[in-house]
C-alpha cells in the first residue's frame, strides 16, 4: 500500500475559515529537464528568419490601418481632455484620479510605434518583393 502520511497537513485558519474542515493533502510535484530537452523547448515557437519577410494581405492592412486610426481619435479627445483637466489640478490629485484609467498618451504612443513598424515592414517586404519576383 502506498502511503503519504508523511505530506499530510492540518487545515490552516484560512482553510477552516472557508470550510475545509477535513485534512488535506500536500503532494511534493518535481521535475527534471536534460539540456537537450530545454534547448528543444526553447524553438518551439521560436520564430524563423523568413517571418519577418512575410507580407500581410493588403485589404487586412489598409483595415487594421484604418482601424487604429479611428482609435487615434478617440485617444487625442481623451488626451486633451485630460491636459485641459490638469491644468487647475495639484500634482497628487492628478495622481489620485488617474488610478486605474487607461492613460491616453501611453497608449498613442504604442499605438504609433505599432503602426509605423507595421507599415515599414510592409512597404519593405513589397519593396522585395518587387525586385526579386
Known amino acids: 500500500a502506498t502511503s503519504v ?7 490552516s485558519i484560512q482553510a477552516l475559515i472557508h470550510g475545509l474542515n477535513r485534512a488535506y493533502f ?22 524563423s528568419w523568413i517571418d519577418g519577410l512575410t507580407l500581410r494581405r493588403f485589404e487586412d492592412h489598409a483595415n487594421s490601418t484604418a482601424d487604429m486610426m479611428e482609435r487615434w481619435l478617440d485617444l487625442t479627445e481623451g488626451y486633451n481632455k485630460r491636459v485641459q483637466e490638469e491644468e487647475r489640478k495639484t500634482a497628487e490629485e492628478i495622481l489620485v484620479d488617474n488610478v486605474g484609467k487607461i492613460d491616453p498618451k501611453r497608449r498613442l504612443e504604442n499605438d504609433v510605434e505599432e503602426l509605423m513598424t507595421a507599415n515599414i515592414l510592409q512597404a519593405l517586404g513589397t519593396m522585395l518583393d518587387t525586385v526579386i519576383f
Open 26 to 47: 500536500s503532494l511534493i510535484i518535481d521535475y527534471r529537464k536534460n539540456e537537450l530537452e530545454e534547448q528543444m523547448l526553447m524553438n518551439v515557437h521560436k520564430r
Open 5 to 11: 502520511l508523511g505530506h499530510l497537513q492540518r487545515p
